[in-house]
């Protein structure tokens, strides 16, 4: 069992937008019956508050304008759709390779919905190994569908299942613990990790963190996250740090480089941080996702300054 909390990098003094990577999110469902645009959105303030500097909302062409509405900090990239508004894959992925220019990591799954179209893209993403990706929602939901799921896992990934997608993702590749349970939960992360090949996050009190040799168990956070979007916000952190920490121009040492473990364990105790300094004010309810976002910077300034 891993303790010790990684070391926050600092920011680069001379940095600019390309120094701080982008982070593109391929989320939102714009097919009848559920229309779903809130959750990417979230996944991409939630990255540019962690310090990213520019995130790409991929979303079906008929939401998009509503996503930028959420986050118009945000740039957008339509996908195309078919008459009834579902995504067509192969060119929603070539209109993906045509803007991946300066991304540094994937976010894939918030709002994304079920189906073959869905699959398809996930898919693609998760069978390139030349870029991160950080799987959520719809995206682990999607994979626990298809019969031959590992053989499509080839990129660096973190998976960030509540107990829910773990069970229907562990069941689909036969593992059968607990992902509720406190004297499972520590074994049911490492499984899922060890089979996927990735780091796993398996959410939930004391959220676990484990890549199936090294695990951590957070206890940062508390009971105002059981609500809509929060796992959304997650992602976004994550993915916003691993988009600046985590790439090529940092192999070899570099002093300021994470690893895919680091970023998910930092990701996971800063989100409950501002969690928990929130219910100090308020309480223990009525939080909405959006309130994590004001808190974070200074979450991470104190964590950077070692204040907590």
């Known amino acids: 069992m891993t303790d010790a909390l990684p070391a926050l990098p600092a920011r680069t003094v001379d ?13 939102g469902q714009a097919s009848s019956p559920r229309m779903m645009i809130g959750g990417p959105a979230f996944t991409a303030l939630a990255a540019l508050r962690s310090g990213c500097g520019l995130a790409v909302l991929a979303l079906p062409e008929p939401i998009l304008s509503e996503g930028l509405t ?3 900090s945000a740039t957008g990239l339509a996908l195309p759709v078919d008459d009834d508004g579902h995504i067509r894959p192969s060119e929603a992925a070539q209109r993906i390779d045509d803007a991946r220019g300066g991304v540094r990591c994937f976010a894939v799954g918030p709002g994304l919905g079920l189906g073959n179209a869905q699959q398809q893209l ?3 993403l998760l069978a390139r190994d030349d870029m991160p990706v950080v799987v959520d929602a719809d995206g682990i939901n999607n994979l626990a569908t298809l ?5 499509d896992v ?4 973190i998976f960030t299942p509540h107990p829910g997608e773990y069970a229907r993702l562990a069941a689909s590749l036969g593992i059968h613990l607990d992902g509720v349970d406190e004297s499972t939960r520590v074994p049911a992360a490492e499984q899922l990790a060890q089979r996927l090949g990735a780091v796993v996050v398996l959410k939930g009190r004391h959220t676990v963190v484990s890549d199936g040799v090294r695990t951590v168990v957070n206890e940062t956070g508390n009971a105002v996250l059981a609500t809509a979007g929060t796992g959304d916000i997650l992602t976004g952190i994550i993915a916003g740090l691993v988009a600046q920490f985590v790439h090529p121009l940092m192999a070899g040492g570099a002093p300021n480089a994470l690893g895919l473990f680091e970023c ?6 800063l989100h409950g941080v ?9 309480g223990d309810a009525g939080l909405l996702a959006t309130d994590l976002l004001d808190g974070l910077p200074t979450a991470m300034h104190a964590l950077r300054a070692g204040s907590n």
């Open 15 to 27: 940095g600019h937008k390309g120094t701080f990577g982008t982070v593109l999110v391929v989320g």
């Open 70 to 72: 959420i986050a118009p």
């Open 122 to 124: 996930l898919v693609w």
């Open 147 to 151: 019969e031959h799921a590992l053989a």
């Open 154 to 157: 080839r990129a660096p990934a």
């Open 264 to 269: 998910a364990q930092l990701g996971v105790h």
């Open 274 to 282: 501002v969690a928990d300094v929130w219910a100090a004010t308020h």
